[in-house]
């Protein structure tokens, strides 16, 4: 049977500041059966916030849990415990919260990530996705009470996450990625898995499906998606009226792009179902060839102001954290490490001399995202640039090296300011004023452009004699470009400052299917059929 979802748009609000999506598309919200949820509580800031109850008339009482990045919030089956991950300096944890006593405390202890709790029927197990045999995402599950050691469920090279466990417990439902149908749902039955339902729709880290405690199965049919579930998308140049020029006619999980100096070649991320790896694409034929091949994954790159290398972050070295290397961008050589640090670091801007890289570092337990400067001579350790309390994120050196922009939270949303450089403490500037991420400057410091949520932005600026922002222009909408992953930008700008490189969408769903939920009675007694077990 399947429902026309546009028959179910009729809707309104019922309690603000709740987020249907945090980290990487997880849920940070959980209803009970009495009608009371709880959530993070918060403004738009992605990091730390409070953990908050309402109840069905709306009132809100704070619970007594220090602010964290929380996601994957899910309520025990007698609703007096909270199983959610949350972000921590050495990767992703499983944590149980007591709502009756307060008290926080933490199941897994690896040293990696590990996420996507769910509750055993009984309530004394907890499965949850990890990363604890390096790039393997498969399932465990441990004690809810922190006894013993996890427990290895499934096994296999694909991302894996449990979502539901049969009302006797005997029976686990969890989605696996598959490079030809996207998601699919598989239940583990005695060490062995079966394949129930194939093509479900995914957003990163979120399969669009649920199972009701009375066995009904809902689901939005799927289209192929790569790791993290990332959008298919070709690769195209946008100029400043909106048309579009195809570059990488190819439909992979493309994200990060970056515009080497010459505007020759260019750099992304592709999110293969096994690999998350950095590309290089000839921007003259269109041609792509892969340039890391570490096991680990290797995510956002950008290019050196010669040319010359290329800096990215990845999980290599077995240090713990997202650190920064660097490599020929020839593609010769071996990379060589620039940070040792348990923290997540991503790469954006140098100064013009190549001479020092400024990167942003997630000091989760201290002041949040924060802008860090790094020389490349080796002379001096990293040293915080921009550290307050709100999240300092994507800076951008102009390109006279005279000015700093960057994206902060301090107004309850991303918005885009400037500051001189390197004396970043003299002043600051705001420059978008209905949200902004991701600033990126024109080729003569008189221009900055960002994406806002209609579409791509440009200020124009003059800096002397005082520093003024004479207009900002809507250039094009955003409409049918993918955006994969906050952390990451999801276009470049040419170095003539006419044309934007952009993800642009590929829907590979019939779309006669996009607008309908598929739902499943009786879907327990088909699991029977379908994964019979031993009596």
């Known amino acids: 049977m399947a429902i026309d979802s546009t028959l179910l748009a009729s809707y309104h609000p019922v309690l603000e500041g709740v987020r249907s999506a945090a980290f990487n598309g997880s849920a940070q919200y959980a209803f009970s059966t009495r009608g009371t949820l709880v959530y993070a509580s918060g403004g738009s800031s992605e990091l730390k916030r409070r953990l908050a109850l309402a109840d069905r008339t709306g009132a809100i009482r704070m619970l007594p849990a220090d602010p964290a990045q929380f996601s994957y919030l899910r309520l025990s089956p007698d609703e007096t415990r909270l199983a959610l991950t949350i972000v921590e300096p050495r990767g992703l944890n499983v944590h149980v919260f007591d709502l009756e006593r307060g008290t926080m405390s933490r199941l897994t202890f690896n040293g990696t990530s590990n996420w996507g709790p769910i509750w055993s029927p009984d309530g004394q197990w ?40 049969s009302p006797d417990g005997k029976l686990m439902i969890y989605r696996e990625q598959s490079s030809e149908t996207g998601f699919d749902l598989w239940v583990e039955v005695t060490g062995s898995s079966v394949l129930v339902v194939e093509g479900v729709a995914s957003s990163p880290f979120a399969g669009q499906y649920s199972v009701s405690r009375s066995g009904l199965l809902a689901y939005l049919p799927g289209r192929v998606t790569g790791m993290f579930g990332w959008d298919l998308t070709t690769l195209v140049w946008v100029d400043r009226d909106g048309r579009e020029e195809l570059l990488v006619a190819e439909p992979r999980p493309y994200a990060a792009p970056r515009v080497s100096p010459d505007g020759t070649r260019l750099t992304v991320v592709i999110a293969d179902p096994n690999s998350l790896d950095v590309w290089m694409v000839d921007a003259m034929r269109g041609t792509t060839t892969r340039f890391t091949f570490d096991p680990s994954n290797d995510w956002m790159a950008i290019w050196t102001p010669d040319g010359l290398r290329v ?67 080796g002379e001096a350790a990293p040293r915080a640039l921009l550290d307050t309390v709100s999240n300092e994120r994507a800076p951008a050196i102009a390109p006279d090296g005279e000015w700093i922009a960057y994206q902060s939270d301090e107004l309850g949303q991303y918005e885009i300011f400037v500051r001189p450089y390197p004396d970043v403490a003299t002043g600051q500037r705001q420059v978008s004023t209905d949200g902004g991420r991701w600033p990126v400057w024109g080729p003569d410091s008189r221009e900055l452009f960002y994406m806002s949520a209609e579409g791509m932005m440009a200020a124009s600026i003059e800096t002397k004699p005082i520093f003024r922002i004479d207009t900002r222009e809507l250039l094009f909408e955003n409409t049918g470009y993918a955006f994969q992953n906050p952390d990451y930008p999801s276009f470049d700008v040419s170095p003539d400052g006419k044309r934007f490189l952009m993800l642009k969408s590929i829907d590979t769903t019939d779309a006669s299917k996009r607008t309908q939920i598929h739902v499943v009675l009786n879907w327990f007694e088909e699991l029977e059929r379908l994964a019979p077990r031993e009596r």
């Open 126 to 165: 907890i499965a949850f996705s990890s990363l604890k045999q390096g790039t393997r995402r498969n399932i465990y599950w441990t004690r809810s009470d922190g006894a013993g050691q996890p427990e290895q469920l499934t096994t296999g090279e694909n991302l894996q996450e449990p979502r539901s466990f």
């Open 311 to 377: 800096i990215f972050d990845s999980f290599r070295g077995g240090e713990g954290g997202l650190n920064l290397f660097s490599k020929p961008a020839d593609g010769t050589g071996q990379a060589e490490r620039l940070t040792v640090s348990s923290n997540r670091q991503h790469p954006f801007t140098s100064t013009p001399d190549g001479r020092t890289l400024i990167f942003e570092e997630d000091r989760v337990s201290e002041t949040g995202w924060d802008l860090i400067e790094l020389s490349l001579d």
